[in-house]
């Protein structure tokens, strides 16, 4: 079964430091992963997005990893700010006749002052 | 300003009503989805459609309804075979048929009954 696992479910940071969400899939044919960023009561926004050959993308402060061998990925968000707080969402793309999404439930990360 | 239009932001129905919620996206996308998010759940995929005159079922169907009239526009109507429609609904676009093929979503509507 197509599925995908992100922990920790929330998580409270202060304001400067690093933290690192973590994504777990079991997704096949994989196509690709990408990390979204979601305001409360707004769309999703991505983040990043890696293929198959891809175990590295930066954007600004988030950096995503991919290790496809054992279908994790993780985002890593440097120095944090109270913008950050919001909900991530890592979502893995599949080909089955068309593109399909698996969204995860996301981790909602607070960051406080 | 390109992008993906949901509206409205709010919407509230009664029982036994049908509501319609409208998406507008003017990226040129071939690909539309509606999905529908619950606390504590991940997305779900309500319907999509890869083509004008042409969607398809997607993992939560009942109970909805959609079209696809016009590349740009992509409706969504909860009617009121769908027992629990108090949910947040997003609708998103995608060029279908590319590898890194990235979904824009829009900003959602909160569709509450009373």
Partial sequence: KNQVEQSPQSLIILEGKNCTLQCNYTVSPFSNLRWYKQDTGRGPVSLTIM?????TKSNGRYTATLDADTKQSSLHITASQLSDSASYICVVSFYSGTYKYIFGTGTRLKVLA | DGGITQSPKYLFRKEGQN???SCEQNLNHDAMYWYRQDPGQGLRLIYYSQIVNDFQKGDIAEGY???REKKESFP???????KNPTAFYLCASSIVARLNTEAFFGQGTR???V
């Fill in chain 1, 51 to 55: 293929t198959f050959s891809e175990n």
């Fill in chain 2, 19 to 21: 509501v319609t919620l």
């Fill in chain 2, 65 to 67: 309804s959609v079209s």
């Fill in chain 2, 76 to 82: 969504l109507t909860v009617t009121s075979a769908q």
């Fill in chain 2, 111 to 113: 569709l509450t009954v």
